[in-house]
Every structure is written in C-alpha cells, then in structure tokens.
C-alpha cells in the first residue's frame, strides 16, 4: 500500500529554517513525482513546490521562490523541503502527495492521487 509520511515540522522563529521530509513505503518513489502543498486555517489548500522523478524538473510558488528549495533521494525513497528565511504567512499544514510520471511535476493538487497525513509548520515569534 502506498504510503507517504511527512516530518521535521515545528514552531519556528520569523527568519529561521526547517527541513521538511516526505519518505514513501509501499512503492518505489523513483517513478513518481512529488508534490508539497500547504493549507493554513480558513484557506483554501496551495501548491509550494513539486520535483519530477529524476529531480530534474522543479517548480516554485511566487511566494516561496528564493526561500524554499525542493530535493530528493530515490535511493532513501525520500523528498526534502528546505525551508529557510520563514515568515508568519509560511504558517500552515504542510502535506507532500506523489503522482506516477516520469516527465516534469504536476502543479495542483487534483493532480495527485497520493497523499500524507501533513505536518504543521507554525512562524512565530
């Protein structure tokens, strides 16, 4: 069964960092690619990033861009979001979602048939 699993969310001062990890069992996640979203209270759910399989191709939110770098290690079956220069309105449940392909990412999360059960990122002072 597919599963994916997110971690290394917390409670982080304005400015600071966090790395966030979406490790895969079930599958290999070398033939999918990846997603990151996120959904803060009274919002609706965006897109912040996604990789393709081979990590080859990568797309950013405007919001995010120059902030957040987005990485993978098929060999641990896991994908990475750096997380750096982070501001309040970076608050939200982060969640990764994974999409069979092999070309390019996939932007929007009706996208993707996968998903975890998200990790909750707070910016605050």
């Known amino acids: 069964q597919l599963q994916l699993v997110e971690s290394g969310g917390g409670l982080v001062q304005p400015g600071g960092s966090l790395r966030l990890s979406c490790e895969a069992s079930?599958?290999?996640?070398?033939?999918?690619?990846i997603g990151w979203f996120r959904q803060a209270p009274g919002k609706e759910r965006e897109g912040v990033s996604c990789?393709?399989?081979?990590?080859?191709?990568?797309y950013y939110a405007d919001s995010v861009k120059g902030r957040f770098t987005i990485s993978r290690d098929n060999a641990k079956n896991t994908v990475y979001l750096q997380m750096n220069s982070l501001k309040p309105e970076d608050t939200a449940i982060y969640f990764c979602?994974?999409?069979?392909?092999?070309?390019?990412?996939?932007?929007?999360?009706?996208?993707?048939?996968?998903w975890g059960q998200g990790t909750q990122v707070t910016v605050s002072s």
């Open positions: 979602a994974a999409q069979s392909g092999t070309t390019g990412c996939f932007r929007y999360s009706f996208e993707y048939p996968y």
């Open positions: 079930g599958f290999g996640l070398v033939y999918y690619a």
């Open positions: 990789i393709s399989n081979n990590g080859g191709s990568t």
